[in-house]
């Protein structure tokens, strides 16, 4: 069906160690030899901490199942304020090396063609607690070799901060990513509902950098909802937008 509507791009699952209805569904569409190319899951980029260090083994579900299910295109998600992590044991440098080494690890194993993307889940209080570990992560990213970068960058916002400081650090984040030479690089937002200024955050943001969203064609979605793409695309041609209309 998310075939039949033109999408040509699609998240598929978030996994962890559950059976949880994607892994399911992906058992039945290698069966049907269904062609999962546009097809994108989640996995983190450690499972196992010791003595609040995340460990390099085991290589996480996520990514295994990806090779289990032959779901080639890989999110990659990362935390830099996660209470349970030392970070002056385990400093952003770590995070760093442990994201390159599971980016190549991908490659190896699942395709050297795949889509990376990596998210930072907790963008936002990372500005406002620690805004340099957010800087070092998107100028490692925007500093790889043209032919070791990623497809781009995610942002997760809850819903707890204003458009100011969401712009602003759109577009922070963005001039880094164009200053270290990765104009090409993707930089997608996520937007939570939960003081009802969802959409017009999104909106900031995508003005102020970002160069498109990830979320549902409908508001439902974990928690109080997200920001849909059926009402940012519709916004956008209500502001005179004329990319999107010809992407239909």
Known sequence: EIKKCGFKY??????????????????????????????????????????????????????????????????????????????SKFDVSDVCQMMKRRIDWIRENISKDSMILVNIRDMPDAMIKCPTRVWQVVNFLSTLPPAARIM??????????????????????????????????QL???????????????LEMLAMGCTGIWCGVCQEGAALGHADSCTTIMNLVRLGNTKVLKSV
Not at 17 to 46: I, Q
Not at 153 to 167: R, V
Request: net charge negative.
């Open 10 to 87: 699609y998240v598929i699952e978030s996994f962890n160690h559950e059976t949880r209805v994607g892994d399911l569904l992906l058992k039945a569409l290698n069966d049907a030899n269904e062609d999962l190319s546009g097809a994108f899951a989640f996995s983190e980029t450690w499972d196992v901490m010791k003595d609040h260090i995340p460990q390099e083994e085991p290589i996480p579900v996520g990514m295994r199942k990806c090779k289990q299910f032959g779901v080639s295109n890989v999110i990659l998600e990362i935390d830099l304020t996660y209470f349970e992590v030392d970070y």
């Open 152 to 185: 781009g960058i995610l942002l997760e916002e809850l819903g707890k901060f204003d458009k100011e400081h969401l712009g602003g650090w759109s577009r922070a984040i963005r001039n880094e990513m164009v200053r270290c030479g990765w104009e090409e690089g």
């Open 188 to 202: 997608l937002v996520h937007m939570h509902e939960q003081w009802g200024l969802m959409q017009g955050n999104i």
